[in-house]
C-alpha cells in the first residue's frame, strides 16, 4: 500500500504563503486509482477538503469552500519526484491547522492518510 | 452539498461496554458511508467503507450497518485505544464528499 508523508515549515508569517509537499511511496503518484488530496483540520475542530490532483495532474477544488479561501489554494504534482504540493498564499491565522495528504480512492473513501504537519501561522 | 450530522457529540463509555454512534446525511446517499476514528494527535484511519464493510486490519469488534440516509457505527466492547474521535464520510457524488462533524467517545 502506498505511504504518504508531508513536510514543510512548522510556522509561517501572516501575508505569505504556505507551502506543503507530500511525498508518495510505495506506489507511483501517475498511476490510476488515487486522487491526491489535502485536507486541514483547524486545532480542536473537524476536517475541510481542500481539493485533490489527479493521476493526471488535474486540480479540483472543493466547491464548497469559502470563495476567500478557494481562491488561495493552488494543487500541483511533480511526477519525477513523486509528490504532490499545497500552495495556500495569503495566509492569515484563521489558517493555522494540521495539514494532512491523503489517497482518495476512485471509490471514494480516503486511505491511507499522512501523518499531519501543524502550520501556525504568525508573526 | 449533502450534510452530514452526527450524534451524540459526546458519548461517554465504560471499557468493554457497547458504543453505537450514529450519522445522519441530508438526502440518501445509498451505501457510500465511511467511518474513520481519529486518536489525540494523530491522522484519521479508514475503519469502515461502503456502508459495512472493514478496512484492512480493523478488529472485528468494529462494525457499520445503514443506507439511504441513517448510519451506524458499532464498537462491540471498548478497548482502552478505542477512545478517538469518529467521522463518517460520505461520497456519493463523485469527485465530491463531505465528513460529519464527529463523536467523541471517552471514558465514563
Known amino acids: 500500500q502506498v505511504q504518504l508523508q508531508e513536510s514543510g515549515p512548522g510556522l509561517v508569517r501572516p501575508s505569505q504563503t504556505l507551502s506543503l509537499t507530500c511525498s508518495v511511496s510505495g506506489g507511483s503518484i501517475s498511476s490510476g486509482g488515487h486522487y491526491w488530496t489535502w485536507m486541514r483540520q483547524p486545532p480542536g475542530q473537524g476536517l475541510q477538503w481542500l481539493g485533490h490532483?489527479?493521476?493526471?495532474?488535474?486540480?479540483?477544488?472543493?466547491?464548497s469552500l469559502d470563495p476567500s479561501l478557494k481562491r488561495r489554494v493552488v494543487i500541483s504534482v511533480d511526477t519525477s519526484k513523486n509528490q504532490f504540493s499545497l500552495d495556500l498564499s495569503s495566509v492569515t491565522a484563521a489558517d493555522t491547522a494540521v495539514y494532512y495528504c491523503?489517497?482518495?480512492?476512485?471509490?471514494?473513501?480516503?486511505?491511507?492518510w499522512g501523518q499531519g504537519t501543524l502550520v501556525a501561522v504568525s508573526s | 452539498e449533502i450534510v452530514m450530522t452526527q450524534s451524540p457529540a459526546t458519548l461517554s463509555v465504560s471499557p468493554g461496554e457497547r458504543a453505537t454512534l450514529s450519522c445522519r446525511a441530508s438526502q440518501s446517499v445509498s451505501t457510500n458511508v465511511a467511518w474513520y476514528q481519529q486518536v489525540p494527535g494523530q491522522a484519521p484511519r479508514l475503519l469502515i467503507y461502503?456502508?459495512?464493510t472493514g478496512a484492512t486490519g480493523v478488529p472485528a469488534r468494529f462494525s457499520g450497518s445503514g443506507s439511504g440516509t441513517e448510519f451506524t457505527l458499532t464498537i462491540s466492547s471498548l478497548q482502552s485505544e478505542d477512545f478517538a474521535v469518529y467521522y463518517c464520510?460520505?461520497?456519493?457524488?463523485?469527485?465530491?464528499?463531505?465528513f460529519g462533524p464527529g463523536t467523541k467517545v471517552d471514558f465514563k
Open positions: 461502503a456502508a459495512s
Open positions: 491523503a489517497a482518495k480512492l476512485v471509490t471514494g473513501w480516503l486511505d491511507p
Open positions: 464520510q460520505q461520497y456519493h457524488n463523485w469527485p465530491l464528499f463531505t
Open positions: 490532483i489527479s493521476p493526471g495532474g488535474s486540480p479540483f477544488y472543493n466547491p
